[in-house]
């Protein structure tokens, strides 16, 4: 079954660092864009960034450049998003989800970061 | 570039739900739909305005035309609250842009 399993939840404290995983199964690393989005409590859907597994060309969306990192391990076929100095505003679920195209066709269970002192 | 969808839907079973996504001249743009019921990971239901996955029910049905897309969903049931969020992709930003997202109450 082609899936995307996340890493478990996270709590931290601020200015902690913390790398989350997505590891894919099938051939989805042969084909897809990884995405990362975030969800906020409550609130909605927002890009964080994109991958490209194969080579590794990275996309961020502005608004979170310079405070995440996306990286792959194609051995493992795993996607990290990673933090080096975390925020209480970085509390959310985080999901990895593959781009087909223009849409988002396959999405992880989703991994929770609680981030407080 | 700017989606706008109504906050909430309140149906009772067996009626048709609407959800609209507002967008400038977003017929010209490819639309997305995604249903996130409580606790889970969005689903795609419908994708390039009227495309439904394998797995996704008949009821689903979308359309997409001068400033507006629209998914519908037909009989709603219980199952089927939710929250539903519109997608389309900004070439300007090279990413996906959402839409606030509309929460289903089946009543």
């Known amino acids: 079954e082609v899936q995307l399993v996340q890493s478990g939840p996270e709590v931290k404290e601020p200015g902690e660092s913390l790398s989350i995983s997505c590891k894919a199964s099938?051939?989805?690393?042969?084909?897809?864009?990884i995405v990362w989005v975030r969800q906020m409590p409550g609130k909605g859907l927002e890009w964080m960034g994109r991958?490209?597994?194969?080579?590794?060309?990275?996309n961020y969306n502005p608004s979170f450049r310079g405070h995440v990192t996306l990286s792959v391990d194609k051995s493992t076929a795993t996607a990290f998003l990673q933090w080096k100095n975390l925020k209480a505003s970085d509390s959310a679920m985080y999901y990895c989800?593959?781009?087909?195209?223009?849409?988002?066709?396959?999405w992880g269970q989703g991994t929770l970061v609680t981030v407080s002192s | 570039y700017v989606l706008t969808q109504s906050p909430s839907v309140s149906l009772a079973p067996g009626q048709t739900a609407r959800f609209t996504c507002g967008g400038d001249?977003?017929?010209?743009?490819?639309v997305h739909w995604y249903q996130q019921r409580p606790g889970q990971a969005p689903v795609l239901v419908i994708s390039?305005?009227?495309d439904r996955p394998s797995g996704i029910p008949e009821r689903f049905s979308g359309s997409n035309s001068g400033n507006t897309a629209t998914l519908t969903i037909s009989r709603v049931e219980a199952g089927d609250e939710a929250d539903f969020f519109c997608?389309?992709?900004?070439?300007?930003?090279?990413?996906?842009?959402f839409g606030g997202g509309t929460k289903l109450t089946v009543l």
């Open positions: 989800t593959t781009l087909h195209s223009s849409c988002l066709y396959l």
């Open positions: 099938g051939d989805i690393f042969d084909k897809y864009w």
């Open positions: 991958i490209e597994p194969q080579d590794s060309y990275i």
């Open positions: 001249n977003i017929g010209s743009k490819s």
């Open positions: 390039y305005d009227t």
């Open positions: 997608q389309v992709w900004d070439s300007d930003y090279h990413g996906p842009i």
